[in-house]
């Protein structure tokens, strides 16, 4: 460790002293906003130091994951939230996806993994319904208003479905194919689909 002259804490000493005994009102403020200082610097540097602990914890989680592990929190995280984004043929991709995850599972259960296995089961199940659910409903509105405005091009579906859909010769034949694709009740289809364009 190198040495500091000694002349030079002498002259920065009787320097500190003197504008100490000039300024005293400057130096009183200082010295009280001192411990306030230390403890924002330390909090920082604590702050710091936990952010990168965390930081390569999750790393570490991340790469010990299995593949379905970290596919479902994309599908937590990403997908279900953003589920108004996606057209039909994206949802039945998801679908497909989920669908595969859960064949996967039940064909690794055995009695000794099962209880260890069902909770996984349980939460792809969870996002099957919501992706179902939400692409059913969407599917159906989307149809109902294809049937409404003859002008309306919906995102959603396939240009060639609804071609088709409009294609079809009568408003019975209209309604046979929502009740083909969806499960809509009588009473909901004839509220509606009222007009034939």
Partial sequence: ???????????????????????????????????????????????????????LKKKSDVDKMEYRETRYMRYQDQILPNLESYNYAKL????????????????????????????????????????????????????????????YDSAFLAKSVQAHFRELPTLEARKEFVRQFTEKDEQKLALDFLKYN
């Fill in 92 to 151: 039945d991709e998801c679908l497909s996806e989920v669908e595969s995850f859960l064949m996967q599972l039940k064909s690794e259960m055995t009695v000794i993994k099962r209880p260890k296995l069902m909770p996984r089961v349980a939460k792809w199940q969870k996002v099957k319904l919501q992706l179902e659910s939400h692409r059913d409903s969407r599917f159906y509105s989307e149809l109902v208003r294809v049937n409404e405005d003859v002008g």
């Fill in 1 to 55: 460790m190198s040495k500091i002259p000694l002349e030079i804490i002498k002259e920065l000493g009787a320097k500190g002293m003197d504008y100490a005994k000039k300024n005293p009102g400057q130096v009183k403020a200082a010295l009280a906003m001192a411990p306030a200082l230390l403890k924002t610097l330390t909090d920082l540097n604590d702050k710091k130091h936990e952010w990168h602990l965390n930081k």
